[in-house]
């Protein structure tokens, strides 16, 4: 646990220089990569998918309604299954998915929000083709040297990795996520790393304006992200300056959401009731 009131937390065995999954925060990182491709000309935010992509013409998505999840996709990709479900969505199946993606709309492109996994999948896969380069290249060209930050990776080292363990000590198996998934959820980082990451982009600015992947919540800017057995909650309030990042091995994520979002609240009580004795 990290925020701007405290020093570190780390109980049962969390370290902030141990690469941990970050889930969906990943999507943060994505969502800044197309914001900054976009102000160096390589793309447009409202470009249509199938400018970049074998998508049927006349979709009506774009890369700005993948990555605020206005594309209309659902949320996962189809038929997925199993303790492993991402294991079987790999290139090939993004790439089938692709020539019919009209099928797996739940509402019209533009309109109302709905979270997609599906979208960000999408999205990394069109950044890919405009760039010509892989995923992480343009995240650590775009977003981490930038920021001053390189513990942030697919392929953490095997001792520096952190994961959850079984009753008996032995390690769980994880969810695959570095095939196209990645630019959903992929990502592992330290929580050092992905503190720098979230005071760089939503306090400090460093980059810009924050991308469309952040959630909202009147002045709170915030993102979760779970996998199997990680779950991950960070926000800031650019306002005062108040923001925290928790990241928990098991356990539910609602937890992690309500442990964050009480330490931000306290935070901002604290900065209110400072403001008044003032």
């Known amino acids: 646990m990290l925020r701007n009131s405290a020093p570190p937390l ?3 065995g969390h370290d902030p220089a141990a690469f941990v999954e970050i889930g969906s925060l990943t999507k943060v990182l994505t969502g800044t990569v197309l914001v900054r491709m976009a102000r160096a000309g390589l793309l447009g935010l409202d470009d249509a998918v199938e400018q970049w992509l074998p998508t049927p013409p006349g979709s009506g998505i774009t890369l700005r309604n993948l990555a605020d999840h206005t594309s209309g996709l659902q949320r996962l990709p189809p038929g997925l299954t199993g303790p492993d479900p991402y294991a079987a969505f790999d290139g090939d199946a993004l790439q089938a998915l692709l020539g019919r993606l009209g099928e797996v709309t ?3 492109p533009g309109q109302e929000a709905e979270y997609s996994n599906l979208g960000y999948a ?5 950044l890919v083709s405009a760039a010509g380069r892989p995923y992480e290249e343009l995240v650590r060209e775009h977003v981490l040297t930038p920021l001053g930050v390189d513990e942030v990776t697919a392929h953490p080292p095997a001792d520096r990795l952190l994961g959850a363990r079984s009753l008996f000590g032995g390690e769980r198996d994880r969810w695959t996520l570095d095939g196209p998934m990645l630019p959903a959820g992929g990502l592992w980082a330290t929580p050092r790393a992905l503190a720098t990451v979230v005071t ?7 980059l810009g304006e924050p991308a469309p992947s952040w959630q909202s919540a009147g002045p709170l800017l915030w993102h979760n992200g779970a996998t199997r057995d990680a779950s991950a909650f960070t926000g800031a309030v650019p306002r005062t300056g108040n923001w925290v990042l928790v990241h928990r091995l098991g356990g539910s994520p609602d937890r ?7 330490l931000l609240a306290a935070g901002n009580t604290a900065e209110q009731d400072e403001g008044e004795r003032a």
Do not use: S
């Open 256 to 262: 992690t959401d309500k442990i964050g979002l009480g």
């Open 122 to 126: 999408v999205l990394g896969a069109a």
């Open 106 to 108: 739940v509402r019209q």
């Open 200 to 206: 760089g982009l939503l306090l400090e600015r460093t």
């Open 10 to 12: 780390a109980r049962h």
